[in-house]
Nanobody, 128 residues
Framework: QVQLVETGGGLLQTGGSLRLSCAAS????????MGWFRQAPGKEREFVPA????????YYADSVKGRFTIYRDNAKNTVDLQLNSLKPEDKAVYYC?????????????????????WGQGTQVTVSS
């Protein structure tokens, strides 16, 4: 099992940037694929980005491609999400998630049901 804690959320204007961080406990971090999901009030949880266990493969939702970047540091047990060029529609609670045994396909990494562990979330608010 793994425990996840997200930090770095905040309030900023359209066009601004934030860096979210997810810290994982335990010594099995390298065995997990990692993803970020977000949920806005009244909307369903949606996929944002994901990264493979090795970090060699990344996956992005079309809505954030070119603006957000996911990174992982297996030595530090962390996975970060850099959010650039933020838009009002990016406002949501962002959740870090961990999964094992995912095939190398975007449709697999983007499905929330495939993740086993979740953090408590961090709020990102973007004003117009």
């Amino acid at each position: 099992q793994v425990q996840l804690v997200e930090t770095g959320g905040g309030l900023l204007q359209t066009g601004g940037s934030l860096r979210l961080s997810c810290a994982a406990s335990g010594r099995t971090f390298r065995s997990y694929a990692m993803g970020w999901f977000r949920q806005a009030p009244g909307k369903e949880r949606e996929f944002v980005p994901a990264i493979s266990r090795s970090g060699r493969n990344t996956y992005y939702a079309d809505s954030v491609k070119g603006r957000f970047t996911i990174y992982r540091d297996n030595a530090k047990n962390t996975v970060d999400l850099q959010l650039n060029s933020l838009k009002p529609e990016d406002k949501a609670v962002y959740y870090c998630a961990a999964a094992q045994s995912l095939s190398d396909k975007t449709r697999i990494y983007s499905a929330a049901r495939n993740y086993d562990y979740w953090g408590q979330g961090t709020q990102v608010t973007v004003s117009s």
